[in-house]
C-alpha cells in the first residue's frame, strides 16, 4: 500500500488520481477536521493524522510500502512563522522516524525550487546548487530547505529517499486556488486583470506527478530533481488565456515601481482581513527573480517530459469552468 501525506493538496490529490488510475491501493493522510473535497468520490482510504503527532504517524504507516510526502505550510508573508516550521522541518523529521520504524521500501519527498540556493540572473539554475537553509528570501524557502537537507541525511544512512523540486506548478484540479491559479480563474471568468511585469517556470500539476511516480521508480536514492516546465510571463499567460475563452476583458499592467510600494503594505492588510496572501514582497520579488531553470537531469535519468504550456493553460480553464463549485474556502 502506498501513503500520500498532504494528499488534499493541489500536487497530492492528482497524485492519487494517478495512483489509483494505475490500480494502486492508496491510503491518504489528512489533517484533523480539513475539508476533503478533493478526494471526493476516490476509492482512497483516508486517514486523520498530523505530520506533528508521531502517534497518528504510526498508525498511518502500518502496512505502507511507500511513501509520497507532500504535507506542508505554504507561506508568501513575511517574518517568522512557527507553524511553516514546524510543519514543513520538525513534520518532515516525524515523518523519516515513522518510515524507518515501519521499514518502508521508498520515500519520494517533495521539496520546492525555492528551497535551492538562489541564484544571480546569467546563472542556470539546477540541482547542483544544493538546498540553502539560510536562504534569505522567505520563511517557506528556508524550511523546505532543512526539510530537503533533513531527507539528504536520513538517504545517506538509513532510508531509501528520493526528492523533487517542483517550479511554480498549475493546472486542473486546483481546489484551493493557488496563486497563478487564481490569475486563470479570473482571466477565464474575463473580469478585468491587473497584472505586473515578470515571468517565472511553471509546470503542470499532472507532469510533476508523472515526475513523483518516476522519481519512485528511476530515481538514484539521495538525488534531488528539479521538475519544471516552461518559463512564461504574467502576461502571456492571461493572453493565453483569452485566447483559448475568446472572452474580451481588461489586462493592465501596473508599473513595477508602484507594485513595490504597495507590496509594503499588503502584508499588513492580509493579518488584519485574515485573508489568504496573494500579493506580498515574496511574490513580487519571485516574478523578478532568475527562472533559467533546467529539468534536464530529470529529463535524462527519469524520462521526464513536461506538456506544452497552452495544454496546461486549456485544461486548466477547463476545469474551473466545470467545477464552479468544487472550489474550497481555505
Known sequence: MILVTGATGHIGNVLVRKLIEQGKLVRALTWRGEDTTPLADLPVEQVEGDVLDPESLEQAFRGIETVYHLAGVISIMPGHDPLVWQVNVEGTRNVLQAARR????????????????????????????GFDANNPYGEYDRSKAAASLEVLQAARTDLDAVLVCPTGVIGPYDFRGSEMGEVIRGAAYARPMFYVEGAYDFVDVRDVVDGLLAAEE??????????????????????????????AFASIKIPFSLAEL?????????RQTRTRPRFTPYSLEVLQSNSNISHEKASSE??????????????????FFENRRARLTT
Open 262 to 270: 504597495a507590496a509594503r503594505f499588503t502584508p499588513w492588510y492580509y
Open 218 to 247: 528511476k530515481g538514484r536514492r539521495g538525488e534531488a530533481y528539479i521538475l519544471g516546465g516552461h518559463k512564461i510571463s504574467v502576461r502571456y499567460m492571461i493572453e493565453t488565456v483569452r485566447e483559448v475563452t475568446g472572452k
Open 102 to 129: 515501519a521499514c518502508i521500501h521508498r520515500l519520494i519527498y517533495t521539496s520546492s525550487i525555492h528551497a535551492l540556493t538562489r541564484a544571480p540572473h546569467g546563472v542556470l539554475i539546477d540541482e547542483a546548487l
Open 302 to 319: 527519469l524520462g521526464y517530459r513536461p506538456r506544452p504550456v497552452i495544454e496546461t493553460i486549456a485544461d486548466t480553464v477547463r476545469w
